[in-house]
């Protein structure tokens, strides 16, 4: 296929399970050399078709934690969409973290999407070393501890419990789950490629891959370019589109990406939970006006509680950031979950972060918005009828800053996953923008 510089339309379409690991993704492409668009939400054929000049498309969709007809089904309309607008390689997107219960949503998703592409086996490369996240015989690590001993065991929506990604997996699927190992991938991407296909003779359709390093994610790439479905997180997109100019399904032309020209406050807004965002939250705290969400008040009178935040945003001074958190330890969390249900009041500080975001946009002028967990920022974007996003440099690893298209005014936008970043994050994010 020799489609190079003539190439008007996205040759990549991704779906993302969240729309913080949508924005890690474009991330990872960007910096492969690509131009990318991510879409907020199921596009129509008409979002696309507006789009020139584009290399990929990421559709953020919010299907992590719903029930997993429902994540199907909406996979499947972006699918649809994103092949008809001429995409000929397709990613699906999830956390490096595998984030995702016994009844899927990974394996179930993956499958109807092969179904719809008529293609027989896939790849699942979580991993993302650059962030620490790594595969070795078969079991993810974060770090240096196994997936269920890193703090992921404790995640609000989707504790992590095991570490084994070929056990795991083939809880989610009737398919035959394998291994492409270790010593497979550092044998080359022919060896891999044999691999692949030598699984494929003995039945295995879904073949979890271990990497340990940038280099094997490379060799993947090479390995992978002619699949039209590859499955994982963000690592395995870095080197994509290197491995498709090579075959010549991208031009050779690489793109730097464009820094948001915003002006207006920050706001900073922390859903998640995580180890790493407790951390953000707790550096930023000494350093601008900080409201820690006083969950109980919310889940009993949740209009005062926007009411009594709002006109305390409202008398801090206006040359400083703002930082609103809901963020709490695994203790407190699950005192609320047994209080209210987990689910309940995962809905509720969504939901009430969204809506008091979007009231300090129309009514206080933040413009800068660094927002922390996918869940969170799903629902934020979603309130602020954000539809697509223009992807720019990088903050910190698997964070860009980006920029909303198609809104007026516009705002920079920073969508942080959980676990990302260091404790500086939230500083250093708003000051790239001075
Ligand atoms: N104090 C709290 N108690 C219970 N649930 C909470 C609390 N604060 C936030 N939550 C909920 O926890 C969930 C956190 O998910 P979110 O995706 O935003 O963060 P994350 O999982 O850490 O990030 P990512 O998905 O990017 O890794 C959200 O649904 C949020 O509403
Ligand atoms: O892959 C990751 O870890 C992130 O992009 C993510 O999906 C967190 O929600």
Redesign the pocket.
Known sequence: MQETSSQRTAVLGCI?D?V??AT??ANNLVQGGMRVVQILGTPTPEMLRDLSEVDAVVVALKTRSIPAEDAIAMSRDSLKVLRENGATRFYF?????F?STDDGNIGPVAEALMDTLGVHQTVFC?A?PR?G?TVYRGHLFVGDSLLNESGMENHPLNPMTDANLVRFLSKQTSRRVGLVSYDDIEEGSSAVEHQLSDLQGDGVAMVVTDTCGDAQLATLASACVSMPLVTG??GLAHYLPDAYRKVGLLSSETHAPPIPNVEGRGLIVAGSCSKATNGQVEYMSGKCPTWSVDVSSLMSNRDAELERLIQWVGKTDASVPVLIASSARPEKIADLQSRFGAMEVALAIEGFLAEVTRRLVEELEFRRLVLAG?ETSGAIVRELSIDALRIGPEICT?VPWTESIGRQPSLALALK????GDVDFFETALEMLR
């Open positions: 993302a969240d913080t690991g890690d993704l997107k999830y956390c490096s973290t984030d979580p993302f962030a996240r997180g963000s996918g698997g996953s959980g676990n990302f």
